[in-house]
């Protein structure tokens, strides 16, 4: 089947099974590799986009579904000239990310959190980002960085 949806303010088509994962769809036919696959079994969040700004894992979404909708992956983070968004560039400047498996994640979870939070405090960003799942920061950086972009 043709699914058609809106990719980083972008229209897209795509010729495949709707059965597709979304993911492998992203990754595979439209070359975002900043979305990651972890776990692939919606526990990690490290699959996460957005589809019409709500943060939702990729791994468990079936392509047929997105027809028509709005998806935001990391690479739509950045400005069309590639420039860092204010967040991307925190988790630089704090060393939030190592590995950078979950980091994409993160920033998506992260970035809905900021756009519907004015103040976070700290207790808030661990609950806005408790859906993904570091194994290397300890996720003090991340949190450090998530608030230093709330001033
Ligand atoms: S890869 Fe999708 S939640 Fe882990
Ligand atoms: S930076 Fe490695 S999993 Fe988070």
Known sequence: ??????????????????????????????????????????????????????????????VGQVEGRNVLTVEGLAGPDGTLSRLQ???IEHGAAQCGICTPGM?????????????????DVREGLAGNLCRCTGY???????LSCTT
Do not use: W, Y
Not at 9 to 20: D, I, K, L, T, Y
Not at 115 to 121: E, N
Not at 140 to 146: G, R
């Open 140 to 146: 003090t950086k991340i949190i450090e960085a998530v």
């Open 107 to 123: 920033l998506l979870a992260a970035h809905v959190l900021l756009q519907r939070t004015i103040r976070p405090s700290a207790a």
């Open 89 to 91: 560039q925190a988790f």
């Open 1 to 62: 089947m043709t699914v058609r949806f809106t990719l980083n303010g972008v229209p897209v088509s795509v010729e495949c099974a709707g059965s597709r994962r979304l993911l492998d769809t992203l990754r595979g036919d439209l070359g975002k590799t900043g979305t990651k696959e972890g776990c692939g079994e919606g526990e990690c969040g490290a699959c996460s986009v957005l589809i019409d700004g709500e943060v939702v894992d990729s791994c468990l979404v079936a």
